[in-house]
T-cell receptor
């Protein structure tokens, strides 16, 4: 069975500081991993996905994530936080490689302080 | 751009009512999903459909049913709404392809009183 754990339900950073959101996965097969963002009162938007072509994945809005098989991790980072990054972030693993069925983590709310 | 449209952003219904949540996608995707989102629990899959008239139970199907009569439309039905079904409901769709991602609608916030 596959699962995802996001460490920290709330993360608070100052504007301009590094953003680090943690995600660990469990999968018996090579995983397909995703990060989504949800702004207030909106649906989920894809930030990036791991395709196995490269371990460092670049996404939208300056975010990137690094796949580390030895640590079963797929942490999301951004060098410098903006106020507009305040949102909820979800890590997900594909429950089925061809259908887009996803297993989500619990979510991490990112607060950006001025 | 892929568009997934949910018919209502906000709904308030009474306990015991039959509730229909509608979702339409415009990209000819084979797969459609209904998720429920609750604080601290992330998104949990209610039902999944991989073709017209085909459905598969997700992790929390109890109290829900679905209908997919046309490829572009996937409906979630609460047969007899209860207060513990107050939640945010998210519809999504995807292609059948390796490493495909899901595209989400804006969500329907349902309150059952």
């Amino acid at each position: 069975a596959q699962s995802v754990t996001q460490l920290g339900s709330h993360v608070s950073v100052s504007e301009g500081a590094l953003v680090l959101l943690r995600c660990n996965y469990s999968s018996s097969v090579p995983p397909y991993l995703f990060w989504y963002v949800q702004y207030p009162n909106q649906g989920l938007q894809l930030l990036l996905k791991y395709t196995s072509a490269a371990t460092l994945v670049k996404g939208i809005n300056g975010f990137e994530a690094e796949f580390k098989k030895s640590e079963t991790s797929f942490h999301l980072t951004k060098p410098s936080a903006h106020m507009s990054d305040a949102a909820e972030y979800f890590c997900a693993v594909s429950g089925s490689s061809n259908t887009g069925k996803l297993i989500f983590g619990q979510g991490t709310t990112l607060q950006v302080k001025p | 751009d892929v568009k997934v449209t949910q018919s209502s952003r906000y709904l308030v219904k009474r306990t015991g009512e039959k509730v229909f949540l509608e979702c339409v996608q415009d990209m000819d995707h084979e797969n459609m999903f209904w998720y429920r989102q609750d604080p601290g629990l992330g998104l949990r899959l209610i039902y999944f459909s991989y073709d017209v008239k085909m459905k598969e139970k997700g992790d929390i199907p109890e109290g829900y049913s679905v209908s997919r009569e046309k490829k572009e439309r996937f409906s979630l039905i609460l047969e007899s709404a209860s207060t513990n079904q107050t939640s945010m409901y998210l519809c999504a769709s995807s292609l059948t392809a390796p490493n495909t991602e899901a595209f989400f609608g804006q969500g329907t916030r349902l309150t059952v009183v």
